[in-house]
């Protein structure tokens, strides 16, 4: 079983940039044998996908909304999976999630993750 823990969540301004981390402990597989993704559930609403990356990161898929804004990367050797946010709008405002796939390729529906984090607070002030 994987442990994910999530940081960089804050209180930015709309047109400002966050990069949030995703760090992975605990698992007999190693790192790179994760599909991840990262979603977020903003108050009142559903958890929705925001972006998913395969095993080695060679292949990346974005929910249209942060299509061009957001970019979702890997560092295999640091057990780290990254988002990096930029032009941030008041409208993506949420509880960031990542999650884990022990099965590769890009998933976006949630009930194909095994493991999820905890999740880390962005708020983009307009």
């Known amino acids: 079983q994987v442990q994910l823990v999530e940081s960089g969540g804050g209180l930015v301004q709309a047109g400002g940039s966050l990069r949030l981390s995703c760090a992975a402990s605990?698992?007999?597989?190693?790192?790179?044998?994760?599909?991840m993704g990262w979603f977020r559930q903003a108050p009142g609403k559903e958890r929705e996908f925001v972006a998913a990356?395969?095993?080695?990161?060679?292949?990346?898929y974005y929910a249209d909304s942060v299509k061009g804004r957001f970019t979702i990367s890997r560092d295999n050797a640091k057990n780290t999976v990254y988002l990096q946010m930029n032009s941030l709008k008041p409208e993506d405002t949420a509880a960031y999630y990542c999650?884990?796939?022990?099965?590769?390729?890009?998933?976006?529906?949630?009930?194909?993750?095994?493991?999820w984090g905890q999740g880390t607070q962005v708020t983009v002030s307009s």
């Open positions: 990356i395969t095993w080695t990161g060679g292949r990346t």
């Open positions: 605990g698992s007999g597989r190693t790192f790179g044998s994760y599909a």
């Open positions: 999650a884990a796939a022990e099965r590769n390729g890009l998933r976006t529906n949630q009930d194909d993750y095994d493991y």
